[in-house]
């Protein structure tokens, strides 16, 4: 049986019940906006009222993207021959002929805007509101954040291992986030029946590059790392360093700095997906000109992440002899977070019932 992306549940490797994020808000204006979501095209608008919909990104005539096409009141229309679409994917207007078939009509997708994203139900279900990741210190306005987004070319699956995987910050990243002693700090897993996370303390260590500008620290620090993975692809971290013995590793912060940060990875195609980063501190706040450097560390970081499972999955789609993958102690949450996902996608499959005797 074929999903409502057209694939079958027995071989995509992403679930369809569920919200992705799509873009963030500061994206959408006044133009149509371009994605592609668990394979599925799709385009992005802002009708009158400012609220966003969301459309197959084809005519049904001849295939041409609607967004190339312009944003006519809640409508948009095709750049080729101006077919009308509503939001909700009803062909308004044919201007060549007076009838409009049955097939002229597009699928729309619910959408949702929180916390500084507009997030998409790719699924064929009614969507569950309350599935949307608590992500509300982002807007926080006791809190000054940066953000950005990247198209990698990795399998997602890639792309949340890395981000689950804090064993390769000291290498990847040995001149940015990394410190040597993270390899070897003892991490405290811990999850449920959807979600799964780690804390890791890195105590009595050189600060990493971007935590020392940032923290201002000249000597030791003690460091934390929480990540909790939530359905169906999104990383929430809590980081943060402060001085050697000031108290933070038994709950008192106070004389450090924090970074409270998401990624949020999104199926593209089999071998590319979209990474939204967004960070939230609490100090230098309002402070314009420390947010642009932030945001040029923060994008020289992503980009290590990015050039390293780039290079992987090249190697993967070079591998003829289709190796298995050694996993390693380091891999274990992330592990659990490919159970999490196969145990989506398989509350999915369709149930055939037992034939009768």
């Known amino acids: 049986m074929l999903s409502a992306s057209g694939e079958s549940a027995d071989t995509r490797d992403f679930p369809l019940e569920q919200w992705y994020c799509a873009a963030f808000t500061s994206e959408l204006e006044d133009k149509p906006l371009s994605r592609t979501i668990c394979n599925r095209q799709i385009v992005l608008y802002r009708m009158a009222s400012r609220q966003v919909a969301a459309l197959t990104d ?7 993207p609607l967004s190339h096409g312009a944003v006519i009141g809640d409508n948009i229309e095709c750049p080729f021959h101006g077919m009308l679409f509503s939001p909700t994917g009803t062909c308004l207007d044919i201007p060549s002929q007076d009838q409009i078939p049955r097939t002229a009509h597009i699928r729309s997708f619910p959408v949702e805007e929180r916390h500084g994203h507009i997030w998409i139900w790719m699924g064929a279900q009614a969507p569950d ?22 198209e990698i070319r990795c ?3 890639a ?8 064993s390769h910050l000291s290498f990847v990243h040995r001149n940015s986030i990394g410190t040597p002693k993270i390899v070897k700090a003892q991490i405290d897993v811990q999850g449920g029946d959807d979600w799964v996370g780690f804390t890791r303390w890195t105590l009595d260590t050189p600060p990493s590059a971007l935590h020392a500008k940032a923290g201002g620290f000249t000597t030791n ?15 929430l971290i809590d980081v943060g360093s402060a001085p050697v013995g000031s108290g933070a590793p038994q709950g008192d912060r106070s004389r450090g700095i924090g970074l409270y940060s998401n990624g949020t990875v999104t199926p593209g195609t ?14 230098n706040l309002g402070d314009e ?5 932030l945001r040029g560390q923060m994008e020289t970081t992503f980009i290590e992440d990015k ?10 789609e070079r591998d003829a002899e289709n190796l298995p993958d050694l996993n390693l102690a380091g891999d274990v949450v992330g592990l659990r977070a490919r159970r999490i996902i196969a145990g989506l996608i398989e509350r999915e499959r369709p149930v055939h019932a037992s034939p009768v005797a």
């Open 155 to 157: 399998h997602y699956l």
């Open 159 to 166: 792309a949340l291992d890395n981000l689950l995987d804090d």
């Open 129 to 150: 509101a309350s599935l949307i990741p608590d992500m509300h210190w982002l807007t926080d306005p006791a809190l000054t954040a940066v953000h950005g987004m990247m």
């Open 221 to 235: 620090v003690d460091r934390w790392f929480n990540v909790h993975f939530t359905r169906p692809s999104t990383v």
């Open 289 to 293: 000109a420390f947010s642009e450097v």
């Open 270 to 283: 089999a071998n590319t997906c979209l990474y939204f980063w967004h960070t939230a501190r609490n100090f």
């Open 307 to 316: 050039d390293i499972v780039e290079a992987v999955q090249r190697n993967r």
């Open 58 to 64: 084809r005519c049904p005539h001849r295939k041409a």
